[in-house]
């Protein structure tokens, strides 16, 4: 039997092997300095206003779901489900809900027995990739609009459901060539109980303007602690990107100022930027760092916009492709092992991320050339 060396050492090597390999660079006081400056950057102007987004967005899907516009949604949707995703009607209100909050809330729906009854296994188990194609759909669109962007981020969404629906088709095809019985097999029968209504039974006593003030203030309750949830991902992941992703100063020396870097990663897509250029419209290889933090996190990813816009780096097209792949990816990796665990299918924990990272990079190829061809044939189109 082959030794195998230890996690703990080769984990020491990957953390000293990249801030040896930065502080080589930038000096280890300047980078010490910068990773805190940009930290410090990102939590003040990055990610009070990604919270302030959280809670607007969080009250405006409370609102909705408490008067009914998520089930008007999901009744519009509902013939486009089995035709598109093989999936059955009600999984519309799955992509609802992931698009007005984040990925786990696919995973609170397939818990209830009135919800899961009308899939089968193979469909049962593709909701971790439908959902997540849609998770904080509204957050990255509204945050889109918010840099001063309207018809891309559009265009964008229109990438993340082609995105979707590969991830899920694919997802699907790798259930039912492993386990062919699945595509009969009901997750579960329907259990009728008495009390499934309990919580809202007061609802009719309450007065309109009382659930309009309770739905507004729980929803943005809930955005809060989406807003302090993605703070690490966009303090840590987006810190160590942008030190990966920028240069020196403006005096052309490291002094330890926040976004300050080593420029890896432009380097190392530089060296392929003619891939990246004729699939996503990339003029410049720094925004390769996006759909990399995306992976991880879209919150964190988010937190790069405000400074490639100011870079000068950012056009229409780049909007609709970081729209379409932030969508469809919002940081899956971190997200699909738990949610299949939760669902009981750990197990297709690799071919559900195989399957979403195709799906993204469909989705953002797609949003890319629908840019293109609009732009020829609108050339005033607004971005």
């Not at 390999?21 to 990102?42: E, P």
């Not at 405006?60 to 008067?67: D, P, Q, R, T």
Request: with cysteine.
């Amino acid at each position: 039997m082959r030794n195998r060396i230890p996690s703990g050492i080769i984990c020491l090597a990957i953390v000293f092997g990249l801030f040896g390999y930065l502080g080589y660079v930038m000096g280890t006081s300047h980078m010490m300095k910068t990773l805190m400056a940009t930290a410090h950057d990102l939590l003040l102007n990055t990610c009070f206003f990604l919270m302030a987004v959280c809670v607007v967005t969080g009250a405006i899907g409370s609102l909705f779901m408490e008067f009914g516009v998520v089930s008007l949604f999901e009744k519009l949707l509902r013939p486009l489900m089995k035709p598109i995703f093989r999936l059955p009607g009600v999984a519309s209100l799955g992509a609802v809900m992931t698009f007005l909050s984040d990925n786990p809330a696919i995973i609170t729906l397939s818990r209830d027995k009135r919800f899961s009854t009308y899939f089968k296994k193979f469909q049962f188990i593709s909701l971790t990739n439908f959902g997540t194609a849609f998770g904080m759909g509204l957050l990255v669109i509204v945050f889109m609009i918010g840099q001063g962007f309207i018809v891309s981020p559009l265009i964008g969404f229109a990438g993340a459901i082609v995105g979707c629906i590969v991830s899920t088709r694919m997802m699907q095809g790798f259930i039912i060539r492993a386990y062919p019985h699945y595509m009969q097999e009901n997750v579960t029968e329907h259990e009728h109980t008495d009390d499934e209504n309990e919580k809202d039974k007061d609802k009719s006593t309450e007065s309109l303007f009382t659930r309009i003030l309770n739905s507004l203030l729980d929803g943005g309750k809930n955005g809060v602690e989406v807003g302090v949830a993605i703070i690490p991902g966009v303090l840590i992941i987006s810190s160590l990107v942008m030190m990966l992703t920028f240069g020196k100063g403006a005096d052309g020396v490291y002094d330890g100022g926040a976004y300050q870097g080593v420029e890896l990663l432009p380097l190392l897509a530089g060296k392929i930027n003619i891939v990246f250029q004729y699939l996503f419209g990339f003029e410049d290889p720094h925004l390769v760092g996006f759909p990399i933090t995306a992976l991880g996190a879209v919150g964190a990813a988010l937190g790069l916009i405000p400074r490639y816009l100011s870079e000068g780096w950012v056009d229409g097209n780049a909007i609709a492709v970081f729209t379409a792949i932030g969508m469809c990816w919002s940081g899956f990796l971190s997200t699909h092992t738990a949610m299949l665990d939760s669902l009981g299918y750990r197990h297709l924990t690799s071919k559900a991320i195989i399957s979403h990272t195709v799906g993204g990079l469909a989705g953002a190829i797609f949003a890319h050339w629908l840019y293109v061809l609009l732009t020829v044939l609108f050339p005033a189109m607004p971005h």
